[in-house]
């Protein structure tokens, strides 16, 4: 039976992963790691796995363990297009709501990998959170049983390259949105809305307003908000 390794940090992610090994119990020995201490040469070498996936990650992955064994991340542009990092805010300040998750081979340049598979995804709607949740349902229940199914050999990226710089806490200030409307206000506060991410807010002299949970209704903007002292 072969092994498989998910490296994974996001809750969503780790729900996905036990219904996948479920699924695959007959097939696949399937391995779950959660933190940058379990991803060592030495914890990878004993497992021997025919693939490592990182369907979400915060570490550094070692380049003794890329180089040695296929490692296979998770991203959600349509590559060259977009490498770096905050794809998705990126991809909803530039009014780009039909994107891909383009599952890549981990390389020492950032997103640089060949290509194994690409799947269409829409980000036109819902908060950041459930945009993620979608994601990881997409990879878990289609990119990686495909991927073990058709073993695919990864192609290089075609196209030109478009790199995404990573957004700062700053950037969540409403006062940065350039073009005030109802849709891009819209969008600029669902695509922070997720857990560990930082929310949408306005600054009102020693109080700090987040806003979230927001929805389009009869060309108006519905949400919640929390207002603290600033920090």
């Not at 991803?39 to 040695?68: A, G, Q, V």
């Not at 459930?130 to 997409?138: D, R, T, V």
């Not at 940065?176 to 930082?198: G, H, K």
């Amino acid at each position: 039976m072969k092994n498989i390794v998910i490296a994974t940090i996001k809750e969503w992610n780790i729900n996905n992963y036990f219904e996948l090994k479920k699924e695959l119990e007959n097939e696949y020995s399937l391995y779950l790691l959660t933190n940058k201490d379990e991803l060592s040469f030495k914890n990878i070498e004993k497992i021997n796995p025919k693939y490592i996936f990182f369907p979400h990650w915060s570490w550094i992955i070692p380049e003794n363990i890329y180089k040695n064994y296929e490692c296979i991340l998770f991203h959600m542009t349509d590559l060259p297009y977009g490498r770096g990092g905050s794809p998705l805010q990126n991809l909803i300040i530039n009014k780009v709501y039909n994107t891909k998750i383009s599952a890549l081979k981990v390389t020492k340049g950032l997103d640089e990998g060949d290509i194994y598979l690409k799947e269409d995804f829409d980000i036109s709607k819902g908060s950041a959170n459930e945009i993620y949740k979608n994601a990881s349902k997409l990879i878990f229940k289609k990119l990686i049983p495909n991927i073990l199914r058709q073993n695919p050999t990864p192609v290089r990226q075609e196209g030109d390259v478009v790199n995404f710089k990573r957004r700062t806490p700053e950037q969540s200030n409403i006062k940065m949105l350039n073009d005030v409307s109802i849709a891009n206000l819209y969008d600029f506060i669902r695509m922070l809305d997720a857990p560990s991410y930082p929310k949408a807010y306005l600054e009102l002299d020693n109080l700090k307003m987040e806003l979230f949970e927001v929805i389009i209704k009869d060309g108006k903007l519905e949400g919640r908000f929390e207002v603290s002292k600033h920090e």
